[in-house]
Structure formats: C-alpha cells, structure tokens
C-alpha cells in the first residue's frame, strides 16, 4: 500500500521550514529531492568506499568497480532493457542525446535529411538537432501539438517521409505534463525504416518505463529527476545502433589499444564512455531507482494521478487562472498564468513567502511557449511525495497572488 507519510518521512528536507513555514516543494520537475537512502549511500562511498574504478586491483578499486557496474543492471531493470550492454552511463539526458546527435546522427546524415521533432520537445532535444541543421544542412521537421496541449501520434506519424531519418521525441512534457504514445510513433516509424529517440527525462520519473515493448532505438534518463544526484544519467542504446555509432569523447576506459599510430577501441557500452566517470553520483542514482523499484512505479503513478485529478479540480474553481494544457491523462505538471498583470516571476516570489517552491520562466521549452502565446508561466510540478494538503497551500497562495494583482 502507497504510504505518503511515511515516504515523506525517508526526505530530510522536507521536514525544513523556508520563510518561517513549511516547505511544500513543488518543482520536481526541474530536480527532485533525495531519499535518506541515497545520502547514506553516497556519504558512505566518500567516507568509506572511494577509488577509481575499473583501473585498480586493489580492495577499493574492486568495491567501487563492482558497485559502480552493478548500476548498469539496476538501469537495465529499470527500463526492463533486454541486455546489460544496452545501457551508456552519461551525465543526465543532454549528455545522452548529444551522444547520439554527435555519435550516430552526424555521421550519417546529410543535406535535406530530416529529423522529426514535437513542439514539446525541451531544449535537450532540440539545440542538439540544431547543431546538425548549423553545420550539416539537416533539416527540423516540427510537429505541433493540439489546443489542449495534446499531441497525436497520427500527427507525429504523418511527418514521417522518405527524407526522414530519424524522429526525436519525448515522452512527457516538462511543461504541460503532456504524455505522448510513443510506442505507436516508435511502431509507424520502424515500418518505414526510421530510428526512434526517446526523452525520459520526465516519462521515467512518473510511471514504469518498458522500453523492450516501447521498441525505440534510443531512451534517455537523468538521474536528479529520478531522486537520484545531479550528474547521473543514462540512455539505453539498442545494439544495431550501438555499431553504427564512433566514439564521442576520447580517453581512458573507451580504448582498447593505443599506440602512436594507430588506437583501436573498446566495446559497448565502454566505448561511449571516456575517462574518469562519475562514480559516486551513478552509484547514488542506482540506490535511488533501487528505491523507486521498492515502492512500484504503478504505485507512483497511481499516487500522482489523485494528486493531478485533485489539483485541476481545484483549479477550475479559479477563473482568473489559466493551465498550459489540459490533455486527458496529462502528468502532475502544470504551467500557471494569472490574470491582472502578474508575471510568473512575481507568483513564483509570492509564493515562496508562503514556503512555496515553484518554477518560473520558459523552461527550457522556448518553442512551446511561442506556441502557447505565452512569454513565461509558474510550474508547479509534483512527485510521489507531494500531498493533496500541499495542493490546498499552493492553491490558497495563488489566490493571494490574484488579490494582490488582480
């Protein structure tokens, strides 16, 4: 049974006060809060367990490895990829994606070639594609979503031609909360001979991800949004498309010999994976999917969708606020704009008063918010510990917002 107090109970830092009140933090979907579970495990890697992995024969050199590796098969149940090889350790998703623009896209594509994008995309999924279209005359083939922020795979389907070569696709809106089929896209792709990358950024952090039934070629995730510290990630590669990809970065751990004339390199995954990584951090985002596993990704998801449900029932009580998309079935995000003059900034400050943390700006989506008419909203995203009670405090400070600028 999903026990919100008691996982409430497993976060330090949501016992602390901000402006004299208690914190309700809402913006989980820029980076979420971390588990006692997690904190432990890397203070005691520091304090206890620290060296340099795969190069050692020593005693912590052999700890480290093992249990820096054994996060590889944590990711792989994760995402129930079908081998352990499938799974490239980055630094978060703008890491993994830009692997793939530099490490698969660039070598192949060329002059008119199109690559597919959804309006929704966030800035991790789209700059990289630019980078192509700057310096190799790559096409951006852009699909827009519906009024209600909804996006159709028919939609993202029918932008699929004979010049397309690859479609780049996220499955969750990290502003609107948006979710996207990208199972039947990633289908209707293949039938026509086109790769498939997934953003997971958001998908993976609020529902159970199987990217074997997905089918897509590529799917990125990022650790701090999954409970997990900053500088965590990884993206599963399926094995075709690992061996038509170079080398990114060169370096240790991805070459096999190296000589003055000549280097050769090492297999997947280690070929895409240069130098000194990031040992503790992978090792904290392996506890913290651990911890994830634990509670079931159903149960999240369930626990999330009252919050959502309960959240838009009480906005709809508020007709001077406006939500930035109101697809059926969209995740606990939500991007807020209130009529009278304020701007998202200044909700953002009036709510943090309140002990209120919420998100202001564009981002990271600036093409959707062109889209939506809009120059910024206030997110307000939740996660598996956030409370219909939290929904009330934000509602109550948003209504302070509109009697001070309404």
């Given at each position: 049974m999903f026990d919100v107090e008691k996982i409430r109970a497993d976060f330090p830092i949501l016992s602390r006060k901000v402006n004299g009140k208690p914190l309700v933090y809402l913006d989980n979907g820029a980076s979420a809060q971390k588990p006692r579970?997690?904190?432990?495990?890397?203070?005691?890697?520091?304090e206890e367990e620290y060296s340099n992995v795969h190069r050692g024969l020593h005693f912590l050199s052999n700890v480290a490895t093992e249990k820096y590796e054994g996060v590889r098969q944590i990711v792989q149940r994760f995402l129930n990829a079908p081998n352990e090889s499938d799974i490239v350790f980055t630094t978060g998703s703008t890491e993994g994606i830009n692997l793939v623009s530099y490490a698969w896209a660039a070598p192949r594509l060329q002059?008119?070639?199109?690559?597919v994008l959804s309006i929704l995309e966030h800035h991790a999924n789209i700059v990289p594609w630019h980078f192509l279209r700057e310096r190799q005359g790559v096409v951006l083939k852009w699909v827009e979503c519906e009024a209600d922020g909804s996006l159709p795979p028919e939609k993202v389907i029918e932008a699929i031609g004979p010049k397309t070569r690859l479609v780049a696709i996220?499955?969750?809106?990290?502003v609107t909360g948006t979710r996207v089929d990208v199972k039947a896209i990633t289908q209707a792709a293949h039938a026509q001979g086109v790769p498939v990358l997934v953003d997971g950024s958001q998908g993976a952090v609020h529902g159970p991800v199987d990217v074997a039934d997905i089918g897509c070629d590529f799917y990125a995730i990022t650790g701090h949004k999954l409970y997990g510290p900053s500088g965590s990630g990884a993206i599963y590669i399926r094995p075709e498309r690992q061996a038509e990809m170079r080398p990114f970065l060169g370096g240790g751990d991805m070459i096999d010999t190296v000589t003055r004339d000549a280097v050769t390199y090492n297999t997947p995954p280690m070929r895409f994976e240069a130098g000194t990584p990031g040992i503790v951090q992978?090792?904290?985002?392996?506890?913290?999917?651990?911890?994830?596993?634990?509670?079931?990704m159903d149960n999240i998801a369930a626990h999330e969708a009252d919050l959502a449900a309960y959240a838009q029932s009480r906005f709809e009580g508020l007709n001077w606020?406006?939500?930035?998309?109101?697809?059926?079935?969209?995740g606990a995000i939500f991007s807020l704009t209130v009529e009278g003059g304020a701007h998202a900034h200044d909700i953002s400050t009036i709510l943090d008063k309140r002990g209120i943390a919420v998100r202001a700006g564009t981002h990271c989506a600036m093409p959707l918010m062109q889209h939506m008419g809009v120059s910024a909203t206030a997110r307000a995203?939740?996660?598996?510990?956030?409370?219909?009670?939290?929904v009330d405090a934000l509602v109550s400070g948003l209504e302070l917002c509109?009697?001070?600028?309404g």
């Open positions: 579970v997690v904190i432990d495990a890397m203070t005691r890697m520091y002059p008119g070639d199109e690559i996220t499955q969750m809106s990290n992978q090792i904290g985002m392996g506890v913290a999917l651990d911890y994830l596993m634990g509670i079931g606020l406006h939500v930035q998309g109101t697809a059926a079935g969209k995203s939740f996660a598996m510990y956030n409370t219909r009670a939290e509109h009697e001070f600028f």
